[in-house]
């Protein structure tokens, strides 16, 4: 069973930290008013309490915040990729969490070209997601999937063609989209392959009942 990846929340006691992905215990520290230069080479001041840190517990490893937000390290609080993602799918999501804050619309048009491969990767054309998805489905995929890619445009009348920018796409579809890929890559790859290895280390004898079983149920 997969476990639950609980993203960083400004003053959360615990959740999964940004660096080591861990889910832990998260210590939390002010910083002191500072100073920094703006574009024009003024110093501009700011206020004590404009900066916290929060303090990994598992690796040590820092998380600075301004005014509730994450501002290091760069990129998106989401769960990191499936591992059984293909490196070139994981290498496209890793991207997209990269820039999905400072651009929502990149990132969402890179994790749609990311599904466009994953449906190769289970063994579609990859020419329409569409087709492609009904195909899934046919194999197993939760049709409620087929409702969540048309929402977020991946599919249906209003579907984006992937690697293309959408201007109305936002941090609430990029999250909903990294989680699209991520559950399609559990049900389809992961889950089975689970299955199988629970499969496979059973005793020689109760495999060959099973398959007599099975036999005689056709």
Request: hydrophobic share 40%; aromatic share 6%; net charge positive.
């Amino acid at each position: 069973m997969k476990p639950e990846f609980v993203p960083p929340a400004f003053e959360a006691e615990a959740f999964n930290c940004l660096h080591c992905r861990v889910y832990t215990r998260q210590h939390w520290y002010y910083l002191g008013g500072s100073s920094r230069v703006d574009g024009y080479g003024q110093v501009l001041s700011l206020p004590d309490g404009t900066f916290r840190v929060s303090r990994c517990e598992k690796c040590g490893a820092i998380t600075i915040w301004r005014e509730g937000r994450v501002v290091y390290p760069i990129g998106a609080t989401v769960e990191p990729p499936s591992a059984d993602l293909s490196p070139e799918i994981k290498a496209d999501y890793n991207e997209a969490a990269l820039i999905a804050k400072l651009s929502p619309r990149g990132a969402a048009a890179i994790l749609r070209l990311a599904l466009q491969k994953l449906c190769r990767l289970l063994g579609q054309p990859g020419n329409s997601i569409n087709d492609d998805i009904k195909a899934l489905v046919a194999a197993g995929l939760p049709t409620k999937v087929q409702q969540a890619l048309d929402s977020v445009r991946v599919i249906g009348n209003d579907a984006v063609h992937p690697g293309v920018l959408d201007l109305t796409d936002d941090h609430d579809t990029v999250v909903r989209l990294f989680k699209l890929v991520n559950f399609i890559c559990q049900k389809m790859i992961t889950d089975p392959k689970e299955i199988d290895a629970m499969y496979g280390k059973l005793p020689q004898s109760k495999i060959e009942a099973i398959q007599k079983r099975d036999k005689k149920g056709n």
